[in-house]
């Protein structure tokens, strides 16, 4: 049995774990909330853009809609978007994304489609370049600044609009958690490039007035509809991020509390049984007189 | 008579007020909105929205950058990636 001073010892790391987790609970919780919050501000701007692009893109329907639109006419090689957070000590959320990862790739493949990565954050870079070494392409690095804002997503939709003008990819899929609460992220595979046109065209009936024109108002609106769920995919790790990261730390604190409330009793038993020994020496000697 | 003139950015929504009349730098030259226009659906240019709060007031200027502008019968929206002030 462990002696009473490395008990001691392990407990005295323990508690100093605990309050490593514990402090990094509450700085998620208190993250979590200015994410959520700028996870709802970002909504606005997305459904309004969502619905001017429903009608217009309605109406700019076949040979001359964009390429951003139509594609590229084929859908032989595919490029997925991965987005996983900076840091770890969020429990299972980079795994997560990761397996859809993995998964929507090898149905991919199993299709006989060319994939390609573009991965942002460093999280699962390891994992994916373990599993697939020869299709990890470019990558986005959101370390480098404190809390990626749309300045990023801009860098990132600009970077991708590059690469689908070059052709080095037909059909693009963005994969990124959604938050739904604190305790689940779901991994989410949307279709990001070419653009999916909205199934409701209904509210197009009103005579709207266009300038320069509806092509060219596309044309704009395509790029910026990219970065706009690009914008809103960072945002949603992000808070996923810190609720994971605070229900991965609950649940470490807790363990911690376990763990040390099972050590201090190793530790007062084996004290008492020490005494008692003492005790019984001292006993037998005072008899052996 | 009100104009429902709403600002929105990707970060947030700027402005969501009744004002008189807003004056958006249109890619085909400025153009201004009061209740009931036509309407209409412009991409805008790197400049100033002016904002008149009343018929008489001098304007509030809001610098935007790279938007479109949309007018239907609630009002007139701005979708800007930038506001600066």
Same mark, same amino acid.
């Given at each position: ?87 770890g000590l969020c429990g299972g959320l980079n795994a997560n ?17 060319a994939v390609e990565f573009y991965l942002v954050g460093k999280?699962?870079?390891?994992? =994916? ?84 024109g509806e092509e060219e108002i596309l044309q704009e609106l ?38 040390? *409330?099972? =050590? ?7 004290? *008492? ?17 | ?13 700027? &402005? %969501? ?19 009931? !226009?036509?309407?209409?659906? %412009?991409?805008? &240019? ?18 935007? &950058? ?15 990636? !930038?506001?600066?002030?």
């Open positions: 049995m462990a002696s009473l001073k490395e008990l001691k010892g392990r407990i005295n790391s323990v508690k100093s774990t605990q309050k490593i987790t514990k402090a990094k609970q509450m700085v998620a919780a208190a993250k979590l909330r200015r994410a959520q919050s700028a996870a709802e501000a970002a909504r606005p701007y997305a459904t309004r853009l969502a619905a001017v692009m429903a009608s217009l893109a309605s109406k700019v329907a076949g040979d001359n809609a964009p390429k951003l639109l139509a594609g590229t006419g084929s859908d032989q090689r595919h490029l997925l978007v991965v987005v996983n957070t900076d840091k994304l990761v397996k859809a990862a993995k998964a929507k790739a090898h149905a991919l493949l199993a299709q006989g489609k999280k699962g870079r390891a994992p =994916l370049r373990r599993e697939f070494p020869k299709l990890i392409g470019a990558g986005f690095d959101t370390s480098t600044v404190k809390a990626p804002g749309f300045a990023e997503a801009e860098a990132m939709a600009d970077e991708l609009i590059a690469l689908f003008d070059a052709g080095k990819f037909d059909v693009a899929h963005l994969i990124f958690p959604t938050f739904k609460t604190a305790l689940a992220q779901e991994p989410t595979i949307t279709q990001l490039i070419p653009v999916p046109s909205p199934a409701d065209a209904a509210a197009s009936e009103a005579l709207v007035e266009y300038e320069p395509l790029p910026r509809y990219v970065r706009t769920q690009l914008f809103g995919a960072l945002l949603e790790r992000e808070a996923s991020e810190q609720g994971a990261s605070m229900t991965a730390m609950d649940n470490a604190t807790r363990n911690a509390g376990e763990l040390i *409330q099972k =050590l201090t009793i190793q530790y007062n038993r084996s004290r *008492q049984a020490a005494i008692t020994t003492e005790l019984i020496e001292i006993i037998a000697g005072a008899e052996a007189l | 008579m009100a104009l429902h003139f709403e600002l929105v950015t990707p970060a947030k929504l700027v &402005r %969501s007020e009744d004002v008189h009349m807003v004056v958006v730098p249109g890619t085909e030259g400025e153009f201004g909105v009061l209740e009931g !226009h036509a309407p209409f659906m %412009s991409t805008i &240019r790197d400049g100033a929205v002016q904002v008149y709060a009343t018929a008489n007031s001098a304007p509030e200027v809001i610098e935007v &950058r790279g938007g479109f502008a949309e007018v239907n019968e609630k009002g007139l929206t701005v979708l800007a990636e !930038h506001v600066e002030g």
